[in-house]
C-alpha cells in the first residue's frame, strides 16, 4: 500500500480520544495523530510533505466523487485542512467537519485564504446543523478506516439526510478480505497492510483500550449491505475508495 492510502485520522467515539484531547499548541502531536510516525518523529519539520501527499490523496476523492464547480460538498474529518483546501478549489462551497476542535482550528487556519469553507464542529455521529438535501458530495478521508460497522451505519443516515437525490458518498476503508493475501501487482500496498495489522494487535494486547484509534477491518460486502439499508447504492470501488450514490 502507498503511504497515502493509509493514513491514521479522527473518529468518533465514547471513550476519550487522542484526537479530541489535542491541543493547538503542540503541532508534532497533532501530526503524528493524523499521519502517524511515516514522516519521522518530527513531523512539524515535514508539514510541506505531509500537506502535499494529502493534498494528492484528496485529489483521488474528487476525481472518483465527480465533484465540480457547481457542487456543495461536506468533508467528514477535515484534519488539518490540508486536503480541504484543495476540495474548496474544485467545489463550490464545502462543509468541513471534525469532531476534534484542536483540527478545526488548525484548519481554519490552514484554509484561511479560501473564503467557500464553513468548519463545523460535530460529535456522537451526528451531522446536526448541517440542513436536509443540501449537499451534492460527501468525502470522508481516511476516516471510515477508523470506523466499525455502527459507526458506519449511524454515518450513512446522516449522509443520506444532507445529501440531495442522487448524492455521492466517497470514503476509504481498511478492507479486511486484502490481509495476508498474495498479489504480485499490489505486493507492496499489501506488504505495508499486513504491517499495520500485526503492529496494531501488538498495541491492542498492550493496551486494548486504544482499540477506537486502530484500523477497523470491515469487508465491502458488509459495508454496502448496510449502506444499501441506508438508502445508497454501491457505483464504484477504486483501491481502498468505495463511492455510493443515494437512491
Same mark, same amino acid.
Given at each position: 500500500?502507498?503511504?497515502?492510502?493509509?493514513?491514521?485520522?479522527?473518529?468518533?467515539?465514547?471513550?476519550?480520544?487522542?484526537?479530541?484531547?489535542?491541543?493547538?499548541?503542540?503541532?508534532?502531536?497533532?501530526?503524528?495523530?493524523?499521519?502517524g510516525f511515516e514522516f519521522g518523529q518530527q513531523p512539524e519539520q515535514q508539514v510541506d510533505l505531509i500537506r502535499a501527499s494529502r493534498r494528492r490523496y484528496a485529489a483521488?476523492?474528487?476525481?472518483?466523487?465527480?465533484?465540480?464547480?457547481?457542487?456543495?460538498?461536506?468533508?467528514?474529518?477535515?484534519?488539518?485542512?490540508?486536503?480541504?483546501?484543495?476540495?474548496?478549489?474544485?467545489?463550490?462551497?464545502?462543509?468541513?467537519?471534525?469532531?476534534?476542535?484542536?483540527?478545526?482550528?488548525?484548519?481554519?487556519?490552514?484554509?484561511?485564504?479560501?473564503?467557500?469553507?464553513?468548519?463545523?464542529?460535530?460529535?456522537?455521529?451526528?451531522?446536526?446543523?448541517?440542513?436536509?438535501?443540501?449537499?451534492?458530495?460527501?468525502?470522508?478521508?481516511?476516516?471510515?478506516?477508523?470506523?466499525?460497522?455502527?459507526?458506519?451505519?449511524?454515518?450513512?443516515?446522516?449522509?443520506?439526510?444532507?445529501?440531495?437525490?442522487?448524492?455521492?458518498?466517497?470514503?476509504?476503508? !481498511? $478492507?479486511? *478480505?486484502? &490481509? +495476508?493475501?498474495?498479489?504480485?501487482?499490489?505486493?507492496?500496498?499489501?506488504?505495508? %497492510?499486513?504491517?499495520?495489522?500485526?503492529?496494531?494487535?501488538?498495541?491492542?494486547? !498492550? $493496551?486494548? *483500550?486504544? &482499540? +477506537?484509534?486502530?484500523?477497523?477491518?470491515?469487508?465491502?460486502?458488509?459495508?454496502? %449491505?448496510?449502506?444499501?439499508?441506508?438508502?445508497?447504492?454501491?457505483?464504484?470501488?477504486?483501491?481502498?475508495?468505495? &463511492?455510493?450514490?443515494?437512491?
Amino acid at each position: 500500500m502507498t503511504s497515502d492510502d493509509l493514513p491514521p485520522a479522527a473518529s468518533d467515539a465514547a471513550t476519550p480520544q487522542p484526537w479530541t484531547g489535542l491541543s493547538l499548541d503542540d503541532q508534532r502531536q497533532m501530526l503524528i495523530a493524523l499521519v502517524g510516525f511515516e514522516f519521522g518523529q518530527q513531523p512539524e519539520q515535514q508539514v510541506d510533505l505531509i500537506r502535499a501527499s494529502r493534498r494528492r490523496y484528496a485529489a483521488r476523492f474528487v476525481r472518483q466523487a465527480g465533484i465540480n464547480s457547481h457542487h456543495n460538498v461536506l468533508e467528514i474529518g477535515s484534519g488539518c485542512g490540508f486536503g480541504t483546501g484543495l476540495l474548496a478549489q474544485r467545489a463550490a462551497s464545502v462543509i468541513a467537519c471534525d469532531i476534534s476542535p484542536a483540527y478545526l482550528d488548525y484548519a481554519r487556519q490552514e484554509c484561511q485564504q479560501y473564503h467557500n469553507i464553513q468548519f463545523r464542529h460535530i460529535e456522537n455521529r451526528s451531522l446536526h446543523g448541517i440542513d436536509d438535501h443540501s449537499i451534492d458530495a460527501v468525502v470522508s478521508i481516511s476516516v471510515f478506516i477508523h470506523l466499525n460497522l455502527y459507526d458506519i451505519y449511524w454515518y450513512l443516515l446522516e449522509c443520506h439526510r444532507v445529501l440531495k437525490p442522487g448524492g455521492r458518498v466517497c470514503f476509504d476503508f !481498511s $478492507d479486511e *478480505h486484502m &490481509l +495476508f493475501r498474495t498479489n504480485l501487482l499490489r505486493r507492496q500496498r499489501q506488504a505495508m %497492510q499486513n504491517q499495520v495489522f500485526l503492529q496494531h494487535c501488538q498495541d491492542y494486547r !498492550s $493496551d486494548h *483500550h486504544q &482499540l +477506537f484509534a486502530l484500523l477497523q477491518w470491515n469487508s465491502e460486502e458488509g459495508i454496502c %449491505q448496510v449502506a444499501k439499508r441506508c438508502g445508497f447504492r454501491r457505483v464504484n470501488r477504486y483501491s481502498a475508495r468505495l &463511492l455510493l450514490s443515494k437512491r
